[in-house]
């Protein structure tokens, strides 16, 4: 895929969301040097943009309305609810309660759990590198 411009059309993910994970992890030559890695490995692997939580919690902070719904597509998708969805991220180890992900997920978006927040913008990178990549291998 040549342009951010295809990519966009050709995805099912908010158009504004796809463009601030771009612009996070540094541009879009740099995100298609990264997406594979991203979709194959995790955000956990640490990638530009991604790997502190001031930076992960204002991504959050400012992106929460899209990856919100996203989290209620996968969720959908999945069969399951959102905050269990959520709870069951690897990278929260089971540590936080509903009501906790719940704060996160509907509370003030400037007042939120910073693991939780940080899952949610390492989500949202990841599901946006796995769209790319898939659509590259098809």
Not at 4 to 9: C, D, E, G, I, R
Not at 87 to 98: H, I, K, R, S, V
Request: proline content about 1%; aromatic content about 12%.
């Amino acid at each position: 895929m040549k342009s951010l411009k295809s990519f966009v059309a050709q995805s099912n993910i908010e158009p504004s969301l796809i463009r601030a994970v771009v612009r996070q992890i540094g541009g879009w030559e740099e995100f298609k040097e990264r997406a594979a890695d991203v979709a194959n490995y995790g955000a956990s692997g640490g990638f530009s943009g991604f790997i502190y939580y001031n930076d992960t919690c204002a991504f959050y902070a400012k992106h929460r309305a899209d990856i919100l719904a996203l989290t209620k597509d996968m969720a959908d998708q999945l069969g399951e609810g959102v905050l269990e969805m959520v709870q069951a991220f690897n990278c929260l180890g089971e540590d936080y309660t509903l009501d906790e992900i719940g704060e996160t997920l509907y509370g003030n978006k400037n007042k939120h759990h910073t693991q939780v927040a940080n899952a949610l913008a390492w989500f949202a990178l990841e599901e946006v590198c796995r769209a790319y990549d898939d659509l590259q291998n098809n």
